[in-house]
T-cell receptor
Framework: GNSVTQMEGPVTLSEEAFLTINCTYT??????LFWYVQYPGEGLQLLLK?????DKGSNKGFEATYRKETTSFHLEKGSVQVSDSAVYFC?????????????FGTGTRLQVTL | NAGVTQTPKFRILKIGQSMTLQCTQD?????MYWYRQDPGMGLKLIYY???????DKGEVPNGYNVSRSTTEDFPLRLELAAPSQTSVYFC?????????????FGQGTRLTVV
């Protein structure tokens, strides 16, 4: 079946540090890949996405590249801010039945300190 | 612009009780989904709907029922609550069923069954 594996958290970084959150996937077919972010007290919201191999998604200084050869979609940011503290979910989407469905990783909590 | 709204935000149920988790969206999206998130786990799909009057089972449907009488509303019904249903529940909506379509999430309902 389809699955997403992302690095365990929590990840604690100082402000302006470099961030990498690893994500690998297993899928039958050609999925789209997503990073969703959940800020405290809020629902999940889309951070970025990539729909085919070698695509790079980017938003708010975050980037991730769809690597088919390594089945990975690692999230990176060059300089994190305290406001980036949140839980980050990697997910893939494939059509199954009558709709596309998201398969999520377990989430990685990021804590950024001054 | 409300997006996806879930009520209640928190609820404690006794074993054997029933309740309905409400979800409504104002984006006129046809596709709606219910997920549950257990501690340390990714989100699991419970049920989904591709339009009014059409629902289908997801990965973990046992113990739940849904209905979709309007485009806006997609309530999730728990009958005979069990401790295993203690979880955080998220409702989501998307415009289409394609794999690259963004899902919009509600803030979640934290349910405890004691």
């Amino acid at each position: 079946g389809n699955s997403v594996t992302q690095m365990e958290g929590p990840v604690t970084l100082s402000e302006e540090a470099f961030l990498t959150i690893n994500c690998t996937y297993t899928a039958t077919g050609y999925p789209s890949l997503f990073w969703y972010v959940q800020y405290p007290g809020e629902g999940l919201q889309l951070l970025l996405k990539a729909t085919k191999a070698d695509d790079k998604g980017s938003n708010k200084g975050f980037e991730a590249t769809y690597r088919k050869e390594t089945t990975s979609f690692h999230l990176e940011k060059g300089s994190v801010q305290v406001s980036d503290s949140a839980v980050y979910f990697c997910a893939l989407s494939l059509v199954g039945g009558t709709a596309s469905k998201l398969t999520f990783g377990t989430g990685t909590r990021l804590q950024v300190t001054l | 612009n409300a997006g996806v709204t879930q009520t209640p935000k928190f609820r404690i149920l006794k074993i054997g009780q029933s309740m309905t988790l409400q979800c409504t969206q104002d984006m006129n999206h046809n596709y709606m989904y219910w997920y549950r998130q257990d501690p340390g786990m990714g989100l699991k799909l419970i049920y989904y709907s591709v339009g009014a009057g059409i629902t289908d089972k997801g990965e973990v449907p046992n113990g739940y029922n849904v209905s979709r009488s309007t485009t806006e509303d997609f309530p999730l019904r728990l009958e005979l609550a069990a401790p295993s249903q203690t979880s955080v529940y998220f409702c989501a909506a998307s415009e289409g069923g394609a794999v690259n379509t963004e899902a919009f999430f509600g803030q979640g309902t934290r349910l405890t069954v004691v």
